[in-house]
């Protein structure tokens, strides 16, 4: 991925671009899968907004229609072939957004037994900085993000500390705090000037003291903001995060039978030949390996098959799509995306 933006992409839509070097080292058996992904002079863009997720059609078991019978509860079962990835990322990476860029180093380790996802393991804020009203904060060396791999929702836990140098005041600074979780942050402002919170507020947005009417609550909207950045940012190193089925960088869905696919994807514009850049734009590489599950049908040794995808972007909203599935199974397809 060295000197290229890779495209991170779920449904069609990036997620995020990386830049950089990665490599990455697994094992498929019967009983497991086992990866490691280690990176090094690592950059994670995001887009101006983050993408959201759908929300599922099917009935909900709190909602009754009268006349209708009330659905059944069913339980979740995990899967018995859990996915192990371990995120080797003590090589400090850059975050980015348009109002924030974080420098990060991290040791994760996530086991997926579908449908969930456990992660643990923490991500160190070596600097950066991050906007509040348009005012930006230096964050604080040792501020950390720590996930819990206990708990089947990705709700780390965060300690941010970050600085603002308030312009013609000699000396005057104001500190806020993020503690608590991603999904439940607390910001606590302090200040050389004054230990007034909604004095320091006023400071903040204007240099002086003013009503700040909502202010404080736009303050923690825009801390959220950055927290679910940063986080995504982190997560997007390699694993399946459980609101975004696929993440190709190393990719992991659920099959049919309890089987587990994983997918490595990469940008591919290099083999495209010079006298062909007119009429393909891009092109995209997919390896893919399945693991049967118990009763699934296979197309390798010991319950295990795969093949090859590969993409060609055309002009006018065109793809060309082609996919190879040793020995003689294969499709070509030609898309129109406006």
Known sequence: MAGSAFPIRNEGMVLAWL?????????ITDERTTSSIRTRDFTVR???????????LGAHPEILIVGAERPAATGVTESDYPVEIGVD????????????????SARLDAIYRDPNLYVGGEATIRRGTFEIFGKRFE????????????????????????????????????????TGTLTNPELAFSSTET???????????SGGRRDTGGAEREASEQAASFLAGLTAGILTLGLRQEFGDVIPVLAVESEGAGGTRIRVGWNADDIIPDFLSDFVLGAYIEGFVTAAGEGAATTGPAGVGGGVS????????????????????????????P
């Open 46 to 56: 995001l887009p101006e907004r983050t993408a959201s997720t759908l929300q599922p």
């Open 195 to 205: 230990s007034d919170r909604a004095e320091i507020i006023a400071l903040l947005i």
């Open 89 to 104: 990322a003590r090589d400090p990476f850059w975050v980015r957004r348009s109002d924030f860029a974080a420098q990060v």
């Open 139 to 178: 964050l604080q060396p040792g501020s950390t993000i720590t996930f819990n791999e206990a708990e089947r929702d990705l709700n780390p836990a965060v300690n941010i500390v970050a600085t603002y140098d308030v312009p013609g005041r000699a000396n005057v600074t104001v500190t806020v705090t993020v």
């Open 19 to 27: 830049t950089g070097d990665a490599s990455i080292d697994g094992e």
């Open 310 to 337: 590969l993409e060609f972007t055309l002009p006018q909203g065109f793809l060309l799509r082609g996919t190879y599935v040793p020995v003689d199974n294969g499709s070509l397809d030609l898309l129109f995306e």
